[in-house]
């Protein structure tokens, strides 16, 4: 019978899988998505023919693209979400495509907010395994137990530092995870496999960066600054990773 | 698979890739967010249209991933903005010599910015109705307006370098307001062909 190797410490960034990314523009209400939401889909659709609606509702319209990526198109926001991406260079051309569209035809003049959200996982088979390396991060001084007469190891540590400055800014977020996925009751008559209860535990790191202050059209590639945001998040959220 | 992002849309009941049976997700312990569908930060209000216009430096952080193109022009213009605040304070000193040296220095940088024209079409055009301006002069000096016309437009495209086409074009006729002429040498007689006026 073979042990399970024990996950080693955790040295920078490179030790995560990114998990999710998503990037989200807010801007004053354009009320011709009213008449122009159609006209949008149609285009993007041109440039990417697979896309597929998920929902239309007058204020929102949501479509997914090869279950890799989700466009939602509001009233005053658009975001996009990818999962299982991770080349941000794949990522960051699609949104350009969508924002030009979209931005074109709501004739938005600038961007309120510009916010990129990549969220990292580390997979660990148990959540104390999981705690004791993010309290080895050292991040936050966890005196020996018991703490406040409580014995035992902390149960879903989190780290959360928020920074923001006249034009930008940004938070991070460290944590523990347990993620469980349950089956709902099967269809009736079901003759495939049984659906399985399936969990995990992640250490995740959570970075939000954004912009403040506002940025017009002309000021704008999306493209440029998902790569550039990126860039920095990777560079500067891997110092928080180097427990000493 | 249902993710976890906050800026997620709420769409969690639909099935994931290969799934034809509806699933439901429990997230247990998941990050606590004000509304899963809402901010991207739950610190963060932003009210809209607000506050002043971000700075291109600050918009883009990482400069030394970025582009090349966008480096070398954000380079160069900068550069560029130097040569006309040279030519226009020597001109309101009197001393139109220097001023006409400072803008033979800007003439060479507009042929390199030129190079960076992926940057847009409304970044090509303007750089080119720059660059054409100072070539139709045929060596004859600019006047303070002419060069204040320059300095705006140069101003305009490192605020916003990533300008429309046609947001662009309406800034080009304030340096024809100035008396430049915008347009390459022999372009009205292309204009003409391609309008079929010249085809026999």
Same mark, same amino acid.
């Given at each position: 019978m073979t042990q399970a190797e024990p996950i080693r410490p955790i040295k920078d960034l490179s030790d995560f899988r990114l998990f999710t990314s998503a990037c989200e523009c807010r801007y004053s209400n354009a009320y011709l998505l009213w008449d122009r939401a159609g006209a949008i889909w149609a285009e993007f659709s041109d440039a990417y023919p697979s896309i597929r609606m998920l929902k239309a509702d007058p204020g929102q319209t949501i479509f997914r693209l090869e279950e890799r990526f989700e466009f939602n198109l509001r009233l005053d926001r658009f975001s996009v979400h990818s999962y299982g991406i991770s080349a941000s260079d794949e990522f960051a051309a699609v949104v350009e495509k969508f924002a030009s569209i979209a931005m074109r035809q709501l004739q938005i003049e600038s961007y309120s907010r510009i916010g990129m959200r990549p969220i990292f996982y580390r997979d660990y088979p148990d959540e104390a395994t999981a705690t004791e390396h993010l309290l080895a991060l050292n991040l936050l001084r966890v005196p020996a137990q018991p703490s406040f007469g409580i014995s035992?190891?902390?149960?879903?540590? $989190?780290? &959360?530092?928020?920074?923001?400055?006249? %034009?930008?800014?940004?938070?991070?977020?460290?944590?523990?995870?347990? $993620?469980?996925? =349950?089956?709902?009751?099967?269809?009736?008559?079901?003759?495939?496999?049984?659906?399985? $209860?399936?969990? %995990?535990?992640?250490?995740?790191?959570?970075?939000?960066?954004?912009?403040?202050?506002?940025?017009?059209?002309?000021?704008?590639?999306? $493209? =440029?600054? &998902?790569?550039?945001?990126?860039h920095v998040i990777r560079r500067d959220a891997s110092q928080f990773l180097e427990g000493k | 698979m249902a993710a976890t992002s906050p800026y997620r849309s709420s769409t969690s009941s639909h099935t994931g890739s290969g799934h034809r049976h509806r699933t439901k997700v429990v997230m247990i312990d998941r990050p606590s967010w004000p509304e899963p569908?809402?901010?991207?930060?739950? @610190? @963060?209000?932003?009210?809209?249209?607000?506050?002043?216009?971000?700075?291109?430096?600050?918009?883009?952080?990482?400069?030394?991933?970025?582009?090349?193109? #966008?480096?070398?022009? #954000?380079?160069?213009?900068?550069?560029?903005?130097?040569? !006309?605040?040279?030519?226009?304070?020597? #001109?309101?000193?009197?001393?139109?010599?220097?001023?006409?040296?400072?803008?033979?220095?800007?003439? /060479?940088? *507009?042929?390199?910015? *030129?190079?960076? /024209? /992926?940057?847009?079409?409304?970044?090509?055009?303007?750089?080119?109705?720059?660059?054409?301006?100072?070539?139709?002069?045929?060596?004859?000096?600019?006047? #303070?307006?002419? !060069?204040?016309?320059?300095? /705006?437009?140069?101003?305009?495209?490192?605020?916003?370098?990533?300008?429309? *086409?046609?947001?662009? @074009?309406?800034? !080009?006729? @304030?340096?024809?307001?100035?008396?430049?002429?915008?347009?390459?040498?022999?372009?009205?007689?292309?204009?003409?062909?391609?309008?079929?006026?010249s085809v026999c």
């Open positions: 035992g190891v902390p149960k879903n540590p $989190r780290y &959360i530092v928020h920074w923001e400055d006249k %034009s930008k800014g940004c938070m991070i977020h460290v944590y523990v995870q347990r $993620r469980e996925f =349950e089956p709902e009751a099967l269809p009736f008559a079901w003759e495939g496999p049984p659906l399985k $209860r399936l969990e %995990s535990t992640v250490l995740a790191v959570d970075v939000d960066y954004y912009t403040v202050a506002s940025a017009t059209v002309g000021q704008v590639n999306l $493209r =440029e600054w &998902i790569t550039q945001a990126m | 569908d809402a901010a991207v930060s739950p @610190t @963060t209000r932003v009210s809209v249209g607000s506050g002043p216009q971000v700075e291109i430096e600050d918009l883009y952080p990482g400069l030394e991933a970025g582009s090349h193109e #966008l480096i070398q022009a #954000l380079s160069l213009l900068l550069a560029a903005n130097a040569h !006309v605040q040279e030519a226009s304070n020597l #001109l309101q000193e009197g001393d139109p010599i220097g001023a006409d040296l400072a803008i033979q220095r800007l003439h /060479r940088i *507009f042929a390199e910015l *030129f190079n960076c /024209r /992926r940057l847009g079409d409304g970044f090509g055009a303007l750089i080119n109705a720059l660059f054409c301006s100072l070539e139709n002069l045929n060596g004859a000096p600019l006047n #303070l307006e002419q !060069v204040h016309a320059i300095s /705006r437009i140069l101003d305009l495209i490192r605020r916003e370098p990533y300008i429309g *086409f046609a947001a662009a @074009t309406q800034h !080009v006729d @304030t340096l024809e307001e100035a008396g430049l002429s915008i347009d390459p040498d022999g372009f009205e007689y292309l204009a003409d062909w391609l309008d079929g006026e």
